[in-house]
């Protein structure tokens, strides 16, 4: 025999259709955020690309929630795929020397071309994670110069 939704009780139900309705939510508020990156000097080493979440562990290595090194070109372009719905803001710089660091001269200033996301640039260091950050609502592209 089938159950019918009279067999049922209501609160088993109710909760039911909640939980499916929150994990279709879920999967269905996923964004794809997708970086073309301009400007590189050279096709020699990679373009990296670190995406973070927060003002927390802006714009410093390790504390991205993601990060990619892709092969240098006139236009390189990194996809964040799977992102909840919020604030993010994007860090890259052309790897020269394929180093896996911006390398910098003995006073602190990059030496290898970089950007960040809505062109922001800091004074005396990185922008504020508030001057770099899009909110990210739906699948959306954004380009970066590196300089």
């Known amino acids: 025999m089938f159950a019918t939704s009279s067999c049922i009780p209501r609160a088993v139900r109710a909760t039911t259709v909640a939980a499916m309705l929150a994990l279709?939510?879920?999967?269905?508020?996923a964004a794809d955020l997708t970086v073309e990156v301009l400007g590189a000097r050279s096709a020699q080493g990679s373009v990296a690309g670190a995406l973070f979440a927060g003002s927390t562990g802006w714009p410093k290595p390790g504390q991205a929630v993601q990060g990619q090194f892709v092969?240098?070109?006139d236009?390189?372009?990194?996809?964040?795929?799977?992102?909840?719905?919020g604030r993010y803001a994007v860090s890259t710089y052309h790897d020269e020397n394929g180093n896996a660091r911006l390398d910098a001269n003995v006073v602190g200033l990059p030496t290898e071309p970089y950007g960040f996301s809505r062109d922001a640039?800091?004074?005396m260091?990185?922008?504020a994670f508030d001057d770099a950050a899009l909110d990210l609502q739906s699948d959306t592209t954004i380009r970066i110069q590196l300089r």
């Open 24 to 29: 279709a939510g879920g999967m269905a508020g």
């Open 71 to 73: 092969p240098a070109s």
């Open 75 to 85: 236009k390189v372009v990194l996809l964040f795929r799977g992102l909840a719905p």
């Open 121 to 123: 640039q800091g004074r």
């Open 125 to 127: 260091g990185p922008p």
